[in-house]
């Protein structure tokens, strides 16, 4: 059953914690991303990577890291020095040809902050 | 900088009237152009995408729209709406010279009345 996964749903940060979203996809991509939702807002790119073991920011980076180590994982993480984490978290995959394509999206993570 | 713009930030419709949902996108190279639609708490499943071709674009559950190049627009339309149409409609852009990166709009929150 192929699609991508985020854990967990709920998350909750106290002051100063780094936390760390997941992020898996068996759909073959070559692509992965991370945005972040704001209420009454569109989607905003933190991160994203076309191959394995390459990333690059995206728009609203600061506070934020990521790794890619396999095809198939894309974790994010939300450091101290992102002093207005709370939102929810959306993880895509794509396939990667040099132009668009279409992305698909997991079911998120909602990020609360104690 | 690629934008897209969707102008009406809430639309109301009855059951069974028909919807056109507004996005208007900056110009740039060839487009590349997606509806996506979330339901509250969840993640994006796309509608429809437009890569080339017919500017009259078939996507899932009765949806439709318009590519207009003179325009810069790229209008969602469904002929009747049905109650579990109620959710977040985001339209997004993508252009060929930016490596797949995706550009979304602030969203659309469509609210059906019975």
């Known amino acids: 059953d192929g699609g991508i996964t985020q854990s967990p749903k709920y998350l909750f940060r106290k002051e100063g914690q780094n936390v760390t979203l997941s992020c898996e996809q068996n759909?073959?991509?070559?692509?992965m991303y991370w945005y972040r939702q704001d209420p009454g807002q569109g989607l905003r790119l933190i991160y994203y990577?076309?191959?394995?073991?390459?990333?690059q920011k995206g728009d609203i980076a600061e506070g934020y890291s990521v790794s890619r180590e396999k095809k198939e994982s894309f974790p994010l993480t939300v450091t101290s020095a992102q002093k207005n984490p709370t939102a929810f978290y959306l993880c895509?995959?794509?396939?990667?040809?040099?132009?668009?394509?279409?992305?698909?999206f997991g079911p998120g993570t909602r990020l609360l902050v104690l | 900088a690629q934008s897209v713009t969707q102008p009406d930030i809430h639309i109301t419709v009855s059951e069974g009237a028909s919807l056109e949902l507004r996005c208007n996108y900056s110009?740039?190279?060839?487009?590349?152009l997606f509806w996506y639609v979330q339901s509250p708490g969840q993640g994006l499943q796309l509608l429809l995408k437009?890569?080339?071709?017919?500017?009259l674009v078939q996507g899932i559950k009765g949806f439709e729209a318009e590519f207009k190049r003179s325009q810069s627009s790229f209008n969602l339309r469904k002929p009747s709406v049905h109650w579990s149409d109620a959710a977040e409609y985001f339209c997004?852009?993508?252009?060929?010279?930016?490596?797949?990166?995706?550009?979304f709009g602030d969203g659309t929150t469509l609210t059906v009345k019975p």
């Open positions: 895509a995959s794509g396939f990667s040809r040099g132009r668009g394509e279409t992305q698909y």
């Open positions: 759909l073959n991509h070559d692509a």
């Open positions: 990577s076309q191959i394995v073991n390459d990333f």
């Open positions: 110009y740039g190279a060839t487009p590349y």
């Open positions: 437009y890569f080339s071709g017919d500017t």
């Open positions: 997004a852009v993508v252009y060929n010279t930016n490596a797949g990166k995706s550009t």
